[in-house]
């Protein structure tokens, strides 16, 4: 039969154990990233964007802060209308992660820019025809990827409405690196889904 000490040191060994799981996996939640679910494919204007980044899940996520106030990461859906009286979609969504010992801060985003839109439509967006996509990862140390060389992007305009003012679509291609040859951005199950701005 055990008697009382014996069993008051062991619940002290089994607290110390579980305070110190607790305290590792709330050390382990501050310096790992939450893991992320692709956005459902809609048509509705619902602010989302997002894709697979060489297998990992990119989303727009966190919010947009400068010295004086933080606002809301809305995806930007911009119809601009050209000097020739043609149309060029932008769009654009932001990434920002700040972790919880306040050591590291992520800052990221990706636009994609797609000259001569008319409508819904498959679109292939490459540098010789003046379309632009960046994926920037870190620009303090340059680690960005665009449209450039023999890179491409084909964009599905599902929904281009000035009426209820919607834009939506699905894309996948890949990104070259800025400075580093070897690396390339694979970018697959893009789909975003947004109010629609213009700008004329």
Not at 13 to 30: D, V
Not at 42 to 56: M, P
Not at 110 to 130: E, I, K, R
Not at 173 to 186: E, F, P, R, V, W
Request: glycine share 8%.
């Amino acid at each position: 039969m055990s008697t009382p000490g014996f069993r008051s040191r062991s619940l002290r060994t089994i607290a110390l154990l579980l305070t110190g799981i607790a305290l590792c996996a709330g050390m382990s939640s501050c310096d790992k990233e939450p893991e992320f679910n692709l956005p459902p494919v809609t048509q509705n204007g619902s602010n989302t964007l997002g894709f697979k980044a060489n297998g990992k899940v990119w989303v727009n996520y966190g919010q947009i802060c400068n010295f004086f106030v933080c606002e809301d990461n809305y995806v930007e859906g911009r119809l601009h209308k050209n000097t020739d009286g043609t149309y060029s979609l932008n769009v654009r969504a932001e990434y920002h992660y700040s972790f919880k010992d306040e050591k590291k801060y992520i800052s990221q985003s990706f636009s994609l820019s797609a000259n001569d839109v008319s409508g819904p439509g498959t679109y292939t967006l490459t540098p010789t025809h003046s379309d632009m996509a960046a994926m920037e990862v870190d620009m303090t140390q340059n680690d960005f990827y665009h449209l450039v060389k023999d890179a491409s992007l084909t964009l599905h305009l599902t929904r281009l409405d000035t009426i209820s003012h919607i834009v939506s679509g699905q894309f996948e291609g890949k990104l070259n690196h800025y400075t580093d040859a070897s690396k390339i951005m694979h970018i697959t199950d893009g789909r975003f889904d947004t109010k629609l701005t213009y700008s004329w």
